[in-house]
């Protein structure tokens, strides 16, 4: 039987179902649907064959009455669902991200931790009790020593150091306001935060933990959520809430333009070779492909119900 070596998998979250699409043509050529409601956000982890999906809950932030306690684990070279974690008595794991040392860090949003998941066993090993119930987003310094958690309604961001064995909470930066994303640059000494109640993003430097910079997002009329970068940290993406535009920034977080997009954006990922982006449009079972030469949408090809997160994959050449 023949194997893709390379795809594109796509959490439907309005459809309950992880899509896996054709990289090129965006055709669905695999769809999974036995997860309970309902399936969030998704870590790649093409090393080991596989993905992860969190079960949420039948909610969103702030309205979500029946939490999860699971994670679906997906087979990229089989493409199917080949188990879940369950986290009990955790609930509502959120965002994760694979550290330096291997380890999947993931946030329990009601249960006020972040995870610690063995990605090769798929086995809970431990957890690190945060100050907030609101961490909904977390991201890790490029060394893997620091882990912040963005926490929301709560105005601060959780600074976690992984170097020492439990993870120690150093520091709990006050932000100005309410926050909605976070990401760290893969390039420079500083995350970025997005705030949840103005067109607004906070740069803070990682080292001291202060905010370092302001930058207005002009084409918002909104604030935005989701904050990328891409994998070089050569471009970020700022992507509009409830709002179809998204704001493209270089490195050194110079805007290089807005972008209409379709309905109600949630996430984004950039192309392996950092050529192109693509948007998942929840509101409208939409994607929308730009071209990062062209600054322009270049395809606008409908994939599932309502698309919430999506990225792209690699693996090695099967023996």
Same mark, same amino acid.
């Given at each position: 039987?023949?194997?893709?070596?390379?795809?594109?998998?796509?959490?439907?979250?309005?459809?309950?179902? =992880? #899509?896996?699409?054709?990289?090129?043509?965006?055709?669905?050529?695999?769809?999974?649907?036995?997860?309970?409601?309902?399936?969030?956000?998704?870590?790649?982890?093409?090393?080991?064959?596989?993905?992860? =999906?969190?079960?949420?809950?039948?909610?969103?932030?702030?309205?979500?009455?029946?939490?999860?306690?699971?994670?679906? $684990?997906?087979?990229?070279?089989?493409?199917?669902?080949?188990?879940?974690?369950?986290?009990?008595?955790?609930?509502?794991?959120?965002?994760?991200?694979?550290?330096?040392?291997?380890? =999947?860090?993931?946030?329990?949003?009601?249960?006020?931790?972040?995870?610690?998941?063995?990605?090769?066993?798929?086995?809970?090993?431990?957890? $690190?009790?945060?100050?907030?119930?609101?961490?909904?987003?977390?991201?890790?310094?490029?060394?893997?020593?620091? #882990?912040?958690?963005?926490?929301?309604?709560?105005?601060?961001?959780?600074? =976690?150091? #992984?170097?020492?064995?439990?993870?120690?909470? $150093?520091?709990? &930066?006050?932000?100005?306001?309410?926050?909605?994303?976070?990401?760290?640059?893969?390039?420079?000494?500083?995350?970025?935060?997005?705030?949840?109640?103005?067109?607004?993003?906070?740069?803070?430097?990682?080292?001291?933990?202060? &905010?370092?910079?302001?930058?207005?997002?002009?084409?918002?009329?909104?604030?935005?959520?989701?904050?990328?970068?891409?994998?070089?940290?050569?471009?970020?993406?700022?992507?509009?809430?409830?709002?179809?535009?998204?704001?493209?920034?270089?490195?050194?977080?110079?805007?290089?333009?807005?972008?209409?997009?379709?309905?109600?954006?949630?996430?984004?990922?950039?192309?392996?070779?950092?050529?192109?982006?693509? &948007?998942?449009?929840?509101?409208?079972?939409?994607?929308?492909?730009?071209?990062?030469?062209?600054?322009?949408? $270049?395809?606008?090809?409908?994939?599932?119900?309502?698309?919430?997160?999506?990225?792209?994959?690699? #693996?090695?050449?099967?023996?």
């Amino acid at each position: 039987m023949q194997r893709h070596n390379r795809g594109l998998l796509a959490v439907d979250k309005q459809g309950n179902r =992880v #899509l896996f699409l054709n990289p090129e043509t965006f055709a669905v050529e695999q769809e999974l649907n036995a997860f309970p409601p309902r399936p969030h956000e998704l870590l790649m982890l093409p090393q080991l064959e596989k993905a992860y =999906v969190p079960i949420y809950g039948d909610g969103i932030h702030g309205d979500n009455p029946h939490p999860g306690h699971k994670v679906a $684990i997906i087979d990229l070279r089989l493409r199917q669902i080949s188990g879940f974690i369950d986290l009990s008595p955790l609930k509502a794991p959120h965002s994760g991200q694979l550290g330096r040392d291997g380890k =999947v860090y993931l946030c329990c949003e009601n249960s006020a931790v972040v995870a610690v998941i063995d990605p090769v066993s798929d086995r809970l090993e431990k957890t $690190i009790q945060l100050p907030s119930h609101n961490a909904h987003r977390l991201t890790l310094s490029p060394s893997g020593r620091k #882990l912040f958690t963005e926490n929301e309604e709560d105005a601060s961001i959780t600074v =976690v150091d #992984l170097c020492e064995a439990e993870g120690r909470i $150093i520091d709990n &930066i006050l932000m100005p306001g309410a926050i909605s994303g976070i990401a760290a640059s893969p390039k420079h000494p500083y995350l970025v935060a997005s705030a949840a109640d103005a067109p607004l993003l906070y740069v803070v430097d990682r080292q001291s933990h202060r &905010i370092r910079q302001r930058l207005t997002l002009p084409g918002h009329q909104q604030p935005c959520q989701v904050v990328r970068f891409s994998a070089n940290g050569e471009r970020l993406v700022a992507i509009g809430d409830q709002e179809p535009v998204v704001t493209l920034f270089d490195d050194l977080l110079n805007p290089l333009g807005d972008i209409r997009v379709g309905n109600k954006p949630m996430d984004g990922c950039f192309s392996e070779d950092n050529r192109s982006l693509l &948007i998942a449009n929840e509101g409208d079972g939409s994607l929308s492909l730009i071209d990062l030469q062209q600054m322009k949408v $270049i395809a606008t090809p409908q994939a599932g119900t309502g698309c919430e997160v999506l990225s792209y994959f690699q #693996l090695n050449p099967s023996g």
